[in-house]
């Protein structure tokens, strides 16, 4: 009987263990309806000003009136990790802290020696690794609970204090490591340069740059125009790490209702057995019993 009990057990905590996994993934779905339709609306817009912005600085070699296409050697260096606040999303967070880890220790290695390394996380679980495991770097905290405003202003706020350190020298480079979203199955750790803008090497068309004819005044255009876009790219990233994450935990969620159903069945299977051996034991008993009675 013990040992029914142990499984009767078992199957109860599987049971509600099914019914919370269940309950998170139609509140991710549906979390991830929303950010979806917000990453579609925004991402071809941004990724058209970025080729504008990136095809602009390309012709004119950085020289428009800004210093956010200008090169200069990296003494100074800024991550930014984009990750999300909660857990139970697969490997969502571990892929982006790998792709950021790997940037660090690589293209960075030597600024992180110098001490100049800053990291600058949005989402608790990317500050929590970076605080343990990197305490020789400068560590940003003050935007980790960003995602619960995503609003253009509160995220300009961000994007905007980053081009201001740049723009006063420093950071010399400022990396992004965000998830980016393909649909709910599919999601890519990427990790883009946001500061300086990367200039287009490739020709655009039949090997002729964009030549653009600037009304008003070119210089009061771009001072305008230049941030505005760096701006709603910062965005873009948030806005696909949240659908990212919210696709990452209702997949996740969805395998781990299938795997509790097939626990569920091998446990029953084996509950089963189990009361099965106790009755044929019982019925052992009774029989040996009446035997032993009609013997004396």
């Not at 991830?32 to 817009?45: K, N, S, T």
């Not at 990452?248 to 446990?267: G, Q, V, W």
């Not at 106790?278 to 019925?283: A, R």
């Amino acid at each position: 009987m013990a040992n029914l009990k142990a499984v009767r057990d078992r199957i109860k905590s599987v049971q509600n263990t099914q019914q919370i996994t269940k309950a998170m993934k139609m509140v991710s779905a549906a979390k991830l309806r929303r950010a979806q339709q917000a990453i579609q609306q925004i991402r071809p817009y941004a990724n058209k000003l970025n080729e504008i912005l990136r095809n602009i600085l390309s012709n004119l070699g950085g020289n428009a009136g800004s210093d956010f296409g200008k090169m200069r050697p990296v003494n100074h260096a800024c991550i930014v990790v984009v990750t999300s606040d909660r857990g139970l999303c697969g490997a969502f967070n571990t892929n982006i802290i790998k792709s950021a880890k790997t940037n660090i220790d690589d293209k960075y290695a030597g600024v992180r020696q110098a001490g100049n390394l800053h990291i600058l996380c949005i989402g608790k679980k990317g500050y929590d690794f970076f605080r343990k495991h990197y305490p020789d770097c400068h560590l940003i905290k003050d935007y980790v609970e960003l995602f619960s405003d995503l609003s253009f202003e509160n995220v300009a706020r961000v994007s905007q204090s980053l081009m201001d350190a740049f723009s006063e020298g420093k950071y010399d480079a400022v990396e992004v490591s965000y998830g980016q979203f393909k649909n709910a199955a599919t999601q890519h750790a990427e990790t883009e340069q946001w500061l300086p803008v990367p200039k287009t090497e490739a020709p655009i068309g039949n090997g002729i740059k964009a030549d653009y004819i600037f009304e008003p005044d070119m210089e009061e255009l771009l001072a305008i125009l230049i941030p505005n876009i760096l701006q709603t790219t910062f965005q873009k990233y948030l806005l696909d790490t949240q659908a990212s994450e919210h696709g990452a935990r209702m997949t996740a969620m969805s395998k781990a209702t299938e795997n509790a159903e097939d626990l569920l069945k091998a446990l029953k299977l084996s509950y089963n057995k189990a009361r099965q051996e106790s009755i044929t034991g019982e019925i052992l008993e009774i029989v040996g019993g009446a035997a032993a009675l009609e013997s004396a």
